[in-house]
């Protein structure tokens, strides 16, 4: 029953933006860091952007591939997470998978398809 469900993704021109949502069920995301994963077919997956714990501070990073353009975000009162991307690019096309983790849990999402084309 505990799960993550990753909504929000879709089709758009490069430049455009998307929000993707990661909702929890089951468990309570409030102690858990977060990250958000892309794998695209044939290459490795890559990490996009973390936040640590509400209780640690919520800090955030990104790699140098998406920093300025893509924002990580935490609603705690909603169970969810979110990922706002700005200035899609068509190498941002993948499948992105929600992550939260503590000491002794790894959850992972299913994830949603993003694909940026003209």
């Known amino acids: 029953q505990l799960q993550l469900v990753e909504s929000g993704g879709g089709s758009v021109q490069p430049g455009g933006s998307l929000r993707l949502s990661c909702a929890a069920s089951g468990f309570a995301l409030d102690y858990y860091a977060i990250a958000w994963f892309r794998q695209a077919p044939g290459k490795e997956r890559e990490e996009v952007s973390c936040i640590s714990s509400s209780s640690s501070g919520g800090s955030t990073n990104y790699p140098d591939s998406v920093k300025g353009r893509f924002t990580i975000s935490r609603d705690d009162a909603k169970n969810t997470v979110y990922l706002q991307m700005n200035s899609l690019k068509p190498e941002d096309t993948a499948v992105y998978y929600c992550?939260?983790?503590?000491?002794?849990?790894?959850?992972w999402g299913q994830g949603t398809q993003v694909t940026v084309s003209s």
């Open positions: 992550n939260a983790r503590d000491l002794i849990h790894d959850y």
